[in-house]
């Protein structure tokens, strides 16, 4: 079987007790290694990570030894950045195995084209003209925090702060965000105006693939296109807890890990 996963927000200040949904996404992980041949893990599994200059992660031992001991085993584990743990310069590759990708990736899994992504910033080219001027003041302002965060120089000058001002910078800002959606939960938009769903459509026009899956956007999604190719959105790890499942075949269906950890 491959898995794909993404959004734990491990570490989440906004979580009531973040060890224990630690614990809970780590169960759910090591229950994979029965039959898994590949993990791919699609981005902001932990809320905030940065590779500090003269400090390295040390909140997380217990995610990073379930990495390690899946990679020693032989199964291939992807890691795609999202945008909440964009900062890894490698040492979480080399310190748990993870095979690290930081762009969207076409790739042919179990005989299938799939597209992979996080998929912060990915929009269909006419985004602009789908809304509103005050929504395409917001659209704007995250991609430019987008280019910031992304961009080298920026990463450099911030790996200089002090890892407490840091920490506190980021894991404060990604509370808030957590918070936020927790009190007013943004769901599916709806097949015309679900960015992920319309930049699927766009790429079906010039290349079709069997599956585009995504996470980024916390709701849980499996929609066939006109094209019949089906856009999957991956939902979360600490509402939903809902990931998907592909056999030998290809066949994908989405799963319940609340089923699995609880038992």
Not at 15 to 40: G, K, N, P, W
Not at 154 to 175: E, I, N, T
Request: aromatic share 12%.
């Amino acid at each position: 079987m491959i898995y794909f996963l993404s959004d734990a927000h491990i570490g989440s200040r906004a979580m009531a007790d973040r060890h224990e949904h630690e614990q809970r996404v780590c169960a759910l992980l090591r229950s994979f290694a029965a039959d898994a041949t590949a993990i791919y893990l699609l981005g902001d599994i932990f809320d905030f990570w940065y590779e500090y200059v003269w400090r390295k992660p040390e909140e997380y031992t217990l995610t990073l030894s379930t990495l390690r001991e899946l990679t020693d085993s032989g199964i291939e584990v992807h890691f795609f950045i999202g945008n909440h743990d964009i900062w890894t310069f490698g040492w979480l590759a080399k310190q748990t195995g993870v095979i690290v990708h930081r762009q969207p990736e076409q790739l042919t899994i179990a005989g299938k084209r799939c597209f992979l992504a996080h998929g912060d910033g990915l929009a269909p080219s006419d985004i602009m003209q789908r809304y509103p001027k005050n929504i395409r003041r917001k659209i704007r302002r995250f991609m430019l925090l987008r280019r910031i965060f992304h961009n080298p120089l920026m990463q450099r000058f911030f790996s200089l702060v002090p890892p407490a001002w840091g920490d506190k910078l980021g894991y404060g800002w990604a509370k808030r965000s957590r918070e936020k959606e927790l009190a007013h939960p943004f769901g599916y938009k709806g097949e015309n105006q679900e960015e992920l769903v319309l930049f699927a459509k766009e790429h079906e026009l010039t290349q079709h693939l069997d599956y585009y899956i995504f996470g980024h956007r916390h709701i849980e999604l499996d929609l066939e296109l006109a094209s019949k190719a089906r856009v999957i959105i991956l939902g979360d790890m600490f509402k939903l807890y809902t990931y998907a499942a592909m056999d030998e075949n290809g066949q994908l269906t989405m799963e319940n890990g609340e089923l699995i950890i609880d038992n």
